[in-house]
């Protein structure tokens, strides 16, 4: 099978700009799940999508938002860039919701806001 | 979410030693405890997970243990090798993976 992929690998925006980051999960997965990893913050979570629906939430401002479509693939948008939203956004797909679903990741979209 | 911690920051051992890498938690409701490896600019990569039914598993060079009691889980991996040299990260999951801060590896021939 496929592996997780993620969409644009490399982005480069400018303050106050808005970002559209895309994730296609492992055939068969209906779950995806966003994190943003820093040096400083290590890998936090943002949210999670099951069945088009969010199921939970992390601890990040209205500015990050993401959706999911009927085939399971995954957006998150990133609105009012911040110099602080340089990251790498990893998705990672499950099978299923659940706390024992195993979650694997996608290589990540390295964003640099200038 | 719930912290993990995870000890030590860095890690050097040389080729054939062991490294053991440490973590607690406070979610006493975590049944579900995942390893990953991330080398120097990939994804984070499973490598072995463990589920609070048990406390111990292995996989060839690999195991991890499981301590609910107490509410720690180790990584040990035996007779390093130099391609083992990567950052692990610890994870229990709760609503979500809450990870720990990871683990730089260096084994050195």
């Known amino acids: 099978k496929a592996g997780v992929t993620q969409t644009p690998r490399y982005l480069i925006k400018t303050r106050g700009q808005q970002v559209t980051l895309s994730c296609s999960p492992i055939?068969?997965?209906?779950?995806v799940s966003w994190y943003q990893q820093t040096p400083g913050q290590g890998l936090q979570f943002l949210f999670e999508?099951?069945?088009?629906?969010?199921?939970n939430k992390g601890n990040f401002p209205g500015r990050f938002s993401g959706r999911q479509f009927s085939n399971s693939r995954s957006e998150m948008n990133v609105s009012t860039l911040e110099l602080g939203d340089s990251a790498l956004y990893l998705c990672?797909?499950?099978?299923?919701?659940?706390?024992?679903?195993?979650?694997?990741f996608g290589p990540g979209t390295r964003l640099l806001v200038l | 979410g719930e912290n993990v911690e995870q000890h030590p920051s860095t890690l050097s051992v040389q080729e054939g030693d062991s490294a053991v890498i440490k973590c607690t938690y406070s979610?006493?409701?975590?049944?579900?405890f995942p390893w990953y490896k991330q080398e120097l600019g990939k994804r984070p990569q499973l490598i072995i997970d463990?589920?609070?039914?048990?406390g111990e598993k292995k996989d060839q060079r690999i195991a991890v243990t499981l301590n609910k009691t107490a509410k720690h889980f180790s990584l040990h991996i035996t007779e390093t090798q130099p391609e083992d040299s990567a950052v692990y990260f610890c994870?229990?999951?709760?609503?979500?993976?809450?990870f720990g801060k990871g683990t730089s590896l260096l084994v050195t021939p």
């Open positions: 463990i589920r609070s039914n048990v």
């Open positions: 999508y099951f069945s088009e629906t969010q199921r």
């Open positions: 979610d006493s409701a975590s049944n579900y």
């Open positions: 055939s068969g997965h209906r779950s």
């Open positions: 994870a229990e999951s709760g609503y979500a993976l809450n």
């Open positions: 990672a797909s499950s099978k299923g919701t659940g706390k024992e679903e195993t979650q694997y």
